[in-house]
């Protein structure tokens, strides 16, 4: 449960030589204190200031890292380098580059917005494959952000064991940060009516209204449609989206597509504990968090004893 949070804390503790549940204490203390105000990684980081525990010179796995952290430093490999981008944003423009990077504990996307290190990229001096090594970066939206103040240069120390799937994390949806990939158990408290669209059949991007994609011209476009739903699990609610490939695992298209047979399939699911498993997205527009499913399914009770006997 909460792998990151409990690894975040375990670094603590080694940096400090206070034990994890002196910390855990400390952080409860703290938290308290404020009222609540702040979020357990929040409460951790302050602790971790007071101790003396210096993120700087040390290098953090990627499983360690957490909302709000700065100057952290890591080593591991690029497994996906992203075509270098230009943008335009309140009328100034420029550059920016990115690539997912891993070590032996996970992977995360790593963002470039300075000119010296995105040319480093755009020369090919670093590469997909390259092991790397950044100094000074911060957590943003679960992503690393390297800025003019970061360094990242090529690094000769070998990499084994690295993690391409991203991990999945047990988390109850008050601890959700953006970029998770998570699993949670939690109820649908609301459904609303399910949305249509229409995707390119090679891409499966959206097409255009005249039925066209912008990379394969027209098209005879697919049907996709979309649900979305709340889920609460008594710790917050969250708004779900889920798509058409996983959404047939739960309703065929008959009772998407017919009003009645749609209602009564949502009766069904109001108020049902589901597992779902997803990726927590930002949603700029509203600037909260959303759920994008990718598995869901009934809770097996039996395979819950199980898991809890062991
Ligand atoms: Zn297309």
Not at 189 to 202: A, H
Not at 264 to 283: H, P, Y
Request: glycine share 6%; with cysteine.
């Amino acid at each position: 449960m909460e792998g990151n949070y409990q690894q975040l804390i375990e670094f603590i503790s080694e940096g400090s030589g206070v034990s994890v549940s002196e910390i855990e204490r400390k952080i409860e203390a703290k938290r308290a204190k404020l009222a609540g105000l702040i979020s357990k990684e929040g409460a951790a980081q302050v602790i971790a200031a007071e101790l003396n525990v210096n993120f700087d010179k040390q290098i953090i796995k990627l499983s360690q890292i957490v909302p709000g952290m700065r100057k952290i430093n890591l080593i591991g490999k690029i497994i996906n380098l992203f075509p270098v981008r230009e943008y335009t944003k309140n009328g100034r423009s420029g550059r920016v580059a990115s690539f997912v990077l891993a070590d032996d504990t996970s992977n995360t996307r790593v963002v470039l917005w300075d000119e010296n290190h995105i040319d480093l990229i755009a020369k090919g001096q670093i590469t997909n494959e390259s092991v790397v090594e950044i100094t000074n970066s911060s957590v943003r939206n679960g992503e690393i952000h390297l800025s003019s103040f970061s360094e990242i240069k090529l690094s000769n120390k070998p990499m084994e064991n690295i993690v391409v799937e991203r991990p999945v994390f047990e988390k109850t949806i008050v601890n959700f940060n953006s970029n998770d990939k998570v699993s949670a158990r939690a109820f649908v408290v609301r459904m609303f009516e399910p949305r249509f669209f229409e995707v390119c059949p090679e891409c499966r991007r959206k097409v255009s209204e005249v039925g066209e994609c912008q990379e394969h011209g027209k098209v005879a476009p697919e049907k996709r449609a979309l649900l979305n739903f709340i889920m609460d699990d008594g710790t917050d609610s969250i708004r779900s989206v889920i798509f058409s490939d996983v959404l047939e695992k739960i309703m065929s298209k008959e009772e998407l597509e017919n009003q009645e047979l749609f209602a009564v399939k949502k009766k069904d699911f109001l108020g049902k504990e589901m597992i779902v498993t997803g990726q927590v997205r930002k949603n700029s527009m509203f600037d909260n968090n959303e759920f994008v499913v990718e598995d869901i399914g009934e809770v097996d009770i039996d395979k819950l004893i199980e898991k809890l006997e062991k």
